[in-house]
């Protein structure tokens, strides 16, 4: 079946402005997973939701950041404000459950000008 | 502190011969390991991975060891193919706890040469 889904592929941005993210699962998982890798570091974990919980909202850098999944499928990733420092490659991955393996997308590309 | 590290940022091997990508950790209560690769522009794949009750997982040309006392573990690659070169990312979690957030390495840069 059709792999994870990631859009945009690529977005560029002015500091100060709000972008959205957007993250198809895999038809099925309950699982998705935030993560980013910035230029020259490993992937960071940022948010986690599994089914109907609570999200683990442990690993968000700011509160300028938040994420939301609506009916346990598509999951949006907001950054507002946007600063320099949040350029990188924002990566969704989910998984069947919680312990098993994780399936990622291709990726968004955040340049913030 | 890096819970996970990769400490050699590239490695470059001859086609044919073996690639051995090394992982430390610190966290004990680590107990499921995982191997990425990842090419340009993708996300990461997931490679091959091993639990904490086995001290090495083998899927065809490839072999995870770990090493529970030395918190350490390492993947073989044998015998090295150009399609190989990509990073590697090692990854960690604790299987048994409510999460199931992978801590990852910083990856190794795997160059392949014919």
């Known amino acids: 079946g059709a792999g994870v889904s990631q859009s945009p592929s690529n977005k560029v941005t002015e500091k100060g402005k709000d972008v959205e993210l957007r993250c198809d699962p895999i038809s099925g998982h309950t699982a998705l997973y935030w993560y980013r890798q910035s230029l020259g570091q490993g992937l960071e974990f940022l948010i986690y939701f599994q089914g109907n919980s609570a999200p683990d909202k442990s690993g968000l850098p700011s509160d300028r950041f938040s994420a939301e999944r609506t009916g346990g499928s598509v999951s949006t990733l907001t950054i507002q404000r946007t600063q320099q420092e949040d350029s990188a490659v924002y990566l969704c991955?989910?998984?069947?459950?919680?312990?098993?393996?994780?399936?990622f997308g291709p990726g968004t590309r955040l340049l913030v000008l | 502190d890096q819970q996970v590290k990769q400490n050699s940022p590239s490695l470059s091997v001859q086609e044919g011969r073996i690639s051995i990508l090394n992982c430390d950790y610190t966290n004990s209560m680590f107990d499921y390991f995982l191997w990425y690769k990842k090419y340009p522009a993708e996300g990461p794949t997931f490679l091959i991975s091993i639990s904490s009750i086995k001290d090495k997982n083998e899927d065809g040309r490839f072999t995870v060891f770990l090493n529970k006392s030395a918190k350490h573990l390492s993947l073989h690659i044998v015998p090295s193919q150009p399609g190989d070169s990509a990073v590697y990312f090692c990854?960690?979690?604790?299987?048994?706890?409510?999460?199931?957030?992978?801590?990852f390495g910083k990856g190794t840069k795997l160059s392949v040469k014919p």
């Open positions: 991955a989910s998984s069947r459950r919680t312990e098993e393996t994780q399936y």
């Open positions: 990854a960690a979690m604790s299987y048994g706890g409510s999460q199931g957030n992978l801590i």
